[in-house]
């Protein structure tokens, strides 16, 4: 049984790597795991911005293994933010893996540009927090936290970028167990 300790209790975080995790048990990469969520105390930002998101991600990853590194087999922390590329603004998703050798694994996910609407509001000095939410009230929003669908009227979920960090970074990691 392998132990994976999880920096976050975000139902839409533990699903999407819930997901990577099945996919990788049905193909015979991975045989049975826990999967271990934890809150991880420290100070995060409610959008990291740049190399926060990487570094929070990180960040996460490690206060699991330094607590509970004689429990576990992998370490998971998982952070969403907005990075600047090429004059456009994205939301994308990092995860870090740390193993129990204290081996890194990153992997990040494609980024959805932000609606300039949005862009324009924050240039105005808003909060994207506080846009989103205004936004998912207006939209009668359901699912907490998903901003992607909030963006696109529910068309691209945040789900599938978080999916795709886990996949990108997780995978060397089971293979290195």
Same mark, same amino acid.
């Given at each position: ?61 490690? =206060? #699991? %293994? ?6 576990? !087999? +992998?370490?998971?922390? $998982?952070?969403?933010?907005?990075? @600047? ?17 204290? =081996? #890194? %694994? ?6 959805? !540009? +932000?609606?300039?609407? $949005?862009?324009?509001?924050?240039? @105005? ?53």
């Amino acid at each position: 049984m392998i132990n994976i300790f999880v920096g976050t209790t975000s139902k839409l975080k533990l699903n999407a790597l819930e997901d990577v995790l099945n996919s990788f048990k049905t193909s015979n990469l991975l045989t049975e795991y826990r999967l271990l969520p934890k809150k991880v105390n420290g100070t995060f930002p409610i959008t990291p911005y740049g190399k926060e998101t990487f570094t929070f991600a990180k960040k996460r990853a490690q =206060k #699991l %293994f330094e607590e509970f590194n004689q429990k576990g !087999s +992998l370490f998971v922390g $998982i952070e969403s933010g907005l990075v @600047k590329r090429n004059g456009y603004l994205f939301e994308e998703c990092w995860c870090v893996v740390i193993d129990s050798n204290k =081996k #890194l %694994f990153v992997g990040y996910s494609s980024g959805l !540009s +932000l609606p300039s609407a $949005i862009v324009q509001k924050m240039k @105005k000095g808003h909060a994207h927090a506080d846009i989103l939410a205004e936004l998912d009230k207006e939209l009668n929003a359901t699912s907490v936290n998903e901003t992607w669908g909030t963006y696109t009227k529910n068309h691209i979920q945040r789900h599938e970028s978080i999916k795709e960090s886990c996949r990108n970074s997780i995978f060397f990691a089971i293979e290195s167990i």
